[in-house]
């Protein structure tokens, strides 16, 4: 294997493994970049993020600047670097063509999903959002598009049916750093997108987890499990937002408007079918099971959800 010179560039814990492959495999880090330290926690003490903290374990020089786009100090420190390549995953900041085009074999971005479906800021939330049945891992060289550049290498990772965002996430993360190591050693061909099949995955805000009750049930189930453990999947009753963790869909009972209780073991009706609630949290206090929930907390039957 070729050593090489290399910069890597993420902030969350997806990007971590990446990191840490490539480091494993001997490659020569110059430089990790990363978002800044950001207040966290009830103290709102300043942290720093979790490839930040993976880089410092590993004596890693970091950098941390708020902003790169308009940044010629920070161009030329990256241009002073000297890069064979920058890795880049899930950074967080948008590369200017300055920074894309200073590495000599440019910039390889971990892209999670399967190019060109889902692009953009959300990609495993979104796939699956949308009962996607596979999402994968492409390692693309980055253009100055958002997610538009040419591929690399492609690996496919199966959804399964009750299939959560934490699970892929997990499987992507570890994909990750051995398909931009195989590109990074085998220099495969790049290949443009195709034109068709592009989707985007928008980011996502905290308005994205409220519960629409007039959905389908097998709909808000996908919602629930994508959108857990962030931005959250939410209902107001009784003054109080209460956050469903985890639930089923089923396709039988009692005939109810949207939004109403139908049962004593929390069944909802929906749009079409019912969703049954399996587990929840009440603000300021701790996950629970439905069934243990409920002995706290009254959702009797003929009550309607917000």
């Known amino acids: 294997m070729n050593r090489l010179r290399l910069a890597f560039m993420g902030s969350p814990a997806f990007s971590v493994p990446s990191l840490q492959a490539l480091h494993a495999a001997g490659h020569e880090i110059a430089m990790v970049y990363c978002q800044p330290p950001r207040p966290a926690g009830r ?11 993976a880089a410092l374990e590993l004596g890693l020089p970091v950098r941390t600047p708020s902003r790169v786009r308009r940044d010629a100090a920070e161009h030329e420190a990256f241009r002073a670097l000297d890069l064979d390549a920058a890795v880049v995953a899930a950074y967080g900041l948008i590369l200017p063509p300055a920074m894309l085009e200073a590495p000599r074999r440019g910039c390889l971005n971990i892209h999670a999903s399967l190019l060109p479906r889902w692009r953009g800021a959300a990609p495993i939330q979104a796939a699956i959002l949308a009962g996607d049945a596979e999402s994968g891992i492409t390692i693309m060289r980055m253009d100055e598009g958002l997610d538009t550049g ?128 399996a587990r929840l949290q009440r603000g300021g206090r701790g996950a629970m099971s439905a069934e243990a929930f409920l002995r706290g907390y009254a959702l009797p039957p003929g009550a309607v959800l917000g």
């Not at 103290?43 to 903290?53: A, F, I, L, N, S």
């Not at 195989?182 to 592009?198: I, K």
């Open 43 to 53: 103290g709102q003490k300043e942290t720093p993020c979790p490839v930040h903290r």
């Open 150 to 277: 040419p591929m690399l290498l492609r690996a496919p990772v199966a959804i399964g049916p009750r299939g959560t965002t934490p699970e892929l996430h997990d499987a992507l993360a570890a994909l990750g750093g051995p398909l931009v190591l195989q590109a990074l050693g085998s220099a495969p061909t790049p290949q443009a997108q195709p034109t068709e099949g592009v989707t985007y995955a928008p980011k996502l805000g905290k308005e994205d987890g409220r519960i629409d009750w007039s959905s389908d049930a097998a709909a808000l189930d996908r919602q629930v499990r994508a959108l857990n453990p962030w931005p959250g999947t939410f209902f107001q009753h009784g003054g109080e937002t209460i956050r469903v963790l985890a639930a089923e869909p089923e396709e039988h009972g009692p005939g109810a408007a949207p939004g109403t209780v139908v049962d004593n073991a929390a069944l909802i009706a929906c749009g079409g079918g019912f969703l049954r609630l």
